[in-house]
């Protein structure tokens, strides 16, 4: 069962406007979400991360969003870049678990045209 | 300072061989985590050693996988015998601190099993 969904496998941006990419999870155990970033042939990047007590950390170019009551979680990119052309991967861990496993949705693939 | 190194970074077998994929973390890092994704699916944990012990090994898929991690520092993780099914990318990462601490990925093996 996956607890993870990244329920758009792709988006595509112009250069210069926002990227927002979305994550729903469904186990409520679930208190730090993170943000990973892969290029091709290369191991996920950490991007940003949010614990649950918060509902908003912003990074430079990046924010994530957290909405506990929808179970909802978003990352914004503005403004995008052609570089930020990669798949992006939504994580979260369960403190009730030992917490540091990951549980990883299926990743979004972003696209930056110019 | 060097990254998580995982090799081989491709490793071709004929079902029923034996394969072992190694990692080496970063230096200083007391967790090292394996994980895997198969084709179309999501990453997935496998499990998770503090210095040599193994803290959490939840994800193993089965007893024909092992993961040793020797005096603490690299590991190895070896498929015997190996599945079609076994087939995908597994990655390896490292964090230092508690559970929050930024897991750092390695490029990964890609097993083909034939």
């Known amino acids: 069962d996956q607890q993870v969904k990244q329920n758009s496998p792709s988006l595509s941006v112009q250069e210069g406007r926002i990227s927002i990419l979305n994550c729903d999870y469904t186990?409520?155990?679930?208190?730090?979400f993170l943000w990973y970033k892969k290029y091709p042939a290369e191991g996920p990047t950490f991007l940003i991360s949010?614990?649950?007590?918060?509902d908003k950390n912003e990074d430079g170019r990046f924010t994530v969003f957290l909405n506990k009551s929808a179970k909802h979680l978003s990352l914004h990119i503005v403004p995008s870049q052609p570089g930020d052309s990669a798949v992006y991967f939504c994580?979260?861990?369960?403190?009730?678990?030992?917490?540091?496993?990951?549980?990883f949705g299926k990743g979004t693939s972003l696209l930056v045209t110019p | 300072e060097a990254g998580v190194t995982q090799f081989p970074s491709h490793s071709v077998i004929e079902k029923g061989q034996t394969v072992t994929l190694r990692c080496d973390p970063i230096?200083?890092?007391?967790?090292l985590y394996w994980y895997r994704r198969v084709m179309g699916k999501e990453i997935k944990f496998l499990l998770h050693?503090?210095?040599?012990?193994?803290?959490?090994e939840s994800g193993m898929p089965n007893n024909r996988f092992l993961a040793e991690r020797t005096g603490g520092t690299y590991s190895t993780l070896k498929v015997q015998p190996a599945e079609l099914e076994d087939s995908g990318v597994y990655f390896c990462?490292?964090?230092?601190?508690?559970?929050?601490?930024?897991?750092?990925f390695g490029a990964g093996t890609r097993l083909s099993v034939l």
């Open positions: 990462a490292s964090s230092q601190g508690g559970r929050k601490g930024i897991q750092y």
């Open positions: 186990n409520s155990m679930f208190d730090y």
């Open positions: 949010i614990s649950s007590i918060k």
């Open positions: 994580a979260a861990s369960d403190y009730s678990n030992s917490g540091y496993a990951l549980n």
């Open positions: 230096s200083g890092h007391d967790n």
């Open positions: 050693f503090v210095k040599e012990s193994k803290q959490d």
